[in-house]
């Protein structure tokens, strides 16, 4: 196809794109094949939807599609505009408030923020992010990315158990980022951002979409999207990564404390497509200096992690800091009452909110290396089984969270 | 000529005895004053402690990262630190009072001038207080930074941080205060000159792994996918 002499949308074209039934939001860094194959597979749809494309372009470009297409219209996401939110497009929280204040705007049924590479580039995975929203009327449509073992490692330890444990749903990648969502639950994440006051106490709509679809009981569904492309992780820098991830997370917990308390077990989530599993295993881990971080945290940050954690931890840390490299090893009970020790500290704002999720680092280092080794080991069992163990950890101390949670000065172990 | 001794001595007594019965009034009202002054701080003392223990003032605290104040205070207890402050300040008001009673020409002068110097003291106190707390939370920032880096003096560091700032603040007060100026500036600038010379000494013996790796990082190509990194990672 001769894409370059294709002339794009005029300015009076674009605003008459005053309504569609779906709007796809497009984060990810994806060439100009790979938009190609996404519209093709897009134009397939059942029922000829009218849809919009959204393209994140800094120069404001997007590529071009043949006029003709009057069922899909590929803009860039500043041509939408002027911006619903009248924001920079600079977070990806930003991006998809704006995305569903679009969705709003043009009253489509539903919208699709696509902000990953797959490794294997099926032209049908965004299809298959859209179909339930469109044909089986689900409200949360979540991805469910081949396990990988050592990356995505952050919803593995803390993201996943967590939702799943609090809000009852079996969604196994909650904050997306390659999400599906209604008009109605979109409605809801704006109503709820508008409800809170601007600033810190806004929650992030990735971390707000499966809490609240739980909580209002909206159809969630998983689709199986194969391995995704994971950027590089920098495990020296992962406290920026935990402080803003956990921050999100937090705050919703805080904000749906009413809701997570009354939920009991979990069910799991229907799943669509097929289960895929990843061709190879990337990634490195210097192990020993996870370690040493760990120790050196035990060592220096005890006025810190006193001050949120209850003495029986401590000591186990303590305890655990004497081992030797190849011998640390964070049981998940353990784990699972840190991490609900942070959340509670985070509500009570014991210390720094910023601080206090920085200095989760180093216990988050060494819970990856225990886990990294145990899956090491000559028989081990597999990444899913491994985290269906640790997300049992997790329920079987819900209830040391929820009387932490309210009474968090009679209450402390 | 003994007539003439015994009548000196006679005027001298009778004029200290008038001089002594003119002030007996002054020291009376002095001693009440302090008096008054006393029972007052001792109330005002227990009302305070006992409002702030209601409020957990010292828990408090500590979540704001003063948890150095623990130490400097009587029995480790910041409401007892603040309640006795406020009693200094009523006992020492009632002492003023007494003064000005005592010789209100003579001492006029004393009472205005102490009083004139009560800004300077408060001037100083706020400087101390937002000195101690930015202190706190550079510390506390750096330390977690530190930790989190693997740099093992992240203690050291986080020290350097903390007593550079009140090194700062303490001369900023002493210069409100007008206390030997010349001297604290001099003092100043070679206790802060020591701490950062200490420091860079400390830091750059240890970190050349840290700087090249940073140097590495920076080379890096920066990722197209440059849009709030974290989510992308979870």
């Known amino acids: ?413 | 000529m003994w007539d003439q001794v015994k009548q000196a001595l006679d005027q001298s007594m009778t004029n200290f005895l008038t001089g002594l019965a003119h002030q007996l009034p002054g020291l009376v009202a002095l001693i009440v004053a302090l008096l008054i002054s006393f029972a007052l701080a001792w109330v005002l003392a227990i009302v305070m402690r006992r409002l702030l223990s209601s409020i957990d003032f010292d828990e408090r605290l500590n979540r704001w990262g003063f948890a150095s104040l623990r130490e400097w205070s009587p029995m480790n207890s910041p409401s007892r630190l603040v309640s006795r402050t406020a009693a200094c300040i009523v006992i020492l008001a009632g002492f003023l009072i007494g003064i000005a009673a005592f010789d209100a020409e003579s001492t006029s002068l004393l009472v205005q001038s102490v009083f004139g110097y009560i800004p300077n003291i408060v001037g100083a106190m706020l400087v101390l207080l937002i000195g101690s707390i930015i202190a706190s939370f550079l510390a506390r920032s750096v330390l977690i930074g530190a930790v989190n880096l693997n740099l093992h003096y992240a203690r050291l560091l986080s020290l350097g941080v903390k007593w550079l700032v009140i090194v700062l603040a303490v001369a900023m007060a002493l210069e409100h205060l007008k206390i030997a100026p010349g001297i604290v500036d001099l003092a100043f600038g070679i206790l802060f000159g020591g701490i950062v010379l200490t420091l860079v000494l400390g830091v750059a013996l240890n970190s050349k792994e840290l700087v090249t790796k940073s140097l590495e990082r920076d080379a890096k190509e920066p990722s197209a996918e440059n849009i709030e990194e974290p989510f992308r990672h979870v």
């Open chain 1, 1 to 413: 196809m001769e894409v370059d002499s294709i002339p794009q949308p005029t300015q009076e074209e674009r605003a008459q794109i005053d309504s569609a039934d779906l709007v796809v939001g497009i984060l990810a860094d994806l060439d100009r094949d790979d938009i190609f194959m996404l519209c093709d597979g897009l134009r397939n749809l059942a029922g000829s939807p009218r849809i919009v494309v959204l393209q994140r372009d800094p120069v404001g470009n997007a590529v071009a599609v043949p006029s003709q297409d009057t069922s899909l219209s590929l803009l860039p996401w500043s041509a939408v505009g002027p911006d619903p939110l009248g924001e920079p497009l600079q977070t990806m929280s930003l991006a998809c408030r704006s995305l569903f204040a679009v969705t709003e705007k043009m009253s489509a049924r539903a919208c699709c923020l696509l902000a990953s590479r797959m490794e294997s580039a099926a032209p049908g995975w965004v299809c298959q992010l859209v179909h339930p929203l469109l044909e089986s009327d689900f409200d949360l449509v979540a991805p469910y990315y081949a396990p990988s073992k050592l990356q995505g490692l952050l919803n593995s330890s803390i993201v996943y158990p967590l939702t799943r444990c609090l809000y009852g749903r079996k969604i196994h990648n909650p904050l997306g980022p390659d999400i599906g969502v209604s008009r109605r639950l979109a409605q809801k994440i704006l109503g709820t951002n508008r409800n809170a006051n601007a600033g810190p106490s806004q929650t992030h709509p990735l971390a707000s979409l499966a809490p609240v679809a739980a909580c209002d009981n909206l159809q969630i569904c998983e689709v199986h999207l194969g391995a995704r492309h994971y950027p590089p992780t920098d495990w020296m820098n992962m406290s920026s990564i935990l402080g803003q991830v956990l921050g999100a997370v937090f705050l919703e917990m805080e904000r749906s404390a009413a809701c997570w308390q009354r939920t009991r077990g979990f069910v799991s989530v229907p799943s669509h497509g097929e289960r895929q599993s990843r061709s190879q295993e990337t990634g490195t881990l210097e192990m020993n200096r996870m370690v040493e971080t760990f120790q050196l945290g035990v060592r220096d940050l005890q006025e810190i992690w006193g001050l949120v954690l209850p003495p029986a931890t401590l000591f186990e840390l303590r305890k655990m800091s004497r081992l030797t490299p190849e011998q640390v090893d964070m049981p998940d009970e353990l784990w699972a009452r840190i991490v609900y020790d942070f959340a509670l500290a985070h509500r009570l704002r014991t210390i720094n909110r910023d601080h206090l999720l920085r200095s989760m680092t180093p216990l988050f280092l060494a819970w990856v290396v225990s886990y990294a080794r145990e899956l090491d080991t000559v028989g081990a069992i597999t990444v899913e089984q491994r985290i269906e163990r640790l997300s049992l950890a997790y329920e079987a101390a819900k209830p040391y969270f929820i009387s932490r949670w309210r009474w968090p000065d009679r209450f402390n172990p």
